[in-house]
């Protein structure tokens, strides 16, 4: 498929084990997933819950993953040792900066807080022109089913603009996911400010 080249795809998930195993699956296969299609992971660096099973399923598949960990969870002995190579950084910022300048692209997996903040400040940087990198949502098992509702509520309701519409791409087919990444297309600065 034509396409931009990502060598690396920056994933945002959760850090919980408390969760449906079957998120814990998803992630784990979209680890190998990425590593199958020789894409390097870049992530939060934490070895518990979809984090660490996403690390774990691209290392189990020979997979290059970069983790990125602020020094205060190193502390709590959260980070993942096996790692390709993991970054220790001074707090959730520096962190967030260095995600962003390592990953071609950007995918969140099912999560809290964290990954949705982090989700929207890479997707309003996408629609700033501030980088040219698309950004994915894996809705698995429907649970991302309220947020899309909820985008298009913000269509309608005139807070997002139509040609903003799909600059979310979202799937719940993990290779459709990173197809429809390799191939969507950006809309520039200039077209949103014309159509103030």
Do not use: N
Not at 64 to 74: D, T
């Amino acid at each position: 498929m034509v396409g931009r080249r990502m060598r690396r795809v920056g994933v945002y998930c959760g850090s919980s084990d408390r969760v449906d195993p079957m998120m814990l699956d998803a992630a784990r296969a979209f680890g190998a997933l990425l590593a199958s299609r020789g894409v390097g992971t870049v992530y939060g660096g934490g070895r518990v819950g979809l984090m660490g099973a996403l690390a774990d399923g691209a290392l189990a598949a020979g997979g290059e993953v970069l983790g990125v960990i602020p020094e205060q969870l190193m502390a709590h002995e959260l980070g993942h040792e096996g790692c390709t190579e993991l970054f220790v950084v001074a707090g959730m910022h520096a962190r967030k900066m260095m995600m962003a300048s390592l990953a071609d692209a950007f995918v969140a997996l099912p999560g809290g807080y964290g990954t949705m903040e982090e989700l929207f400040e890479v997707l309003t940087w996408t629609q700033l022109e501030l980088h040219r990198k698309p950004v994915g949502l894996l809705d698995v098992g429907g649970y991302y089913h309220h947020l899309r509702a909820w985008v298009a509520h913000a269509v309608a309701s005139g807070f997002v603009r139509p040609l903003h519409a799909d600059l979310l791409v979202c799937d719940d087919d993990p290779g459709r996911l990173l197809d429809r990444l390799a191939t969507v297309e950006l809309p520039g600065i200039d077209a949103w400010i014309r159509d103030r």
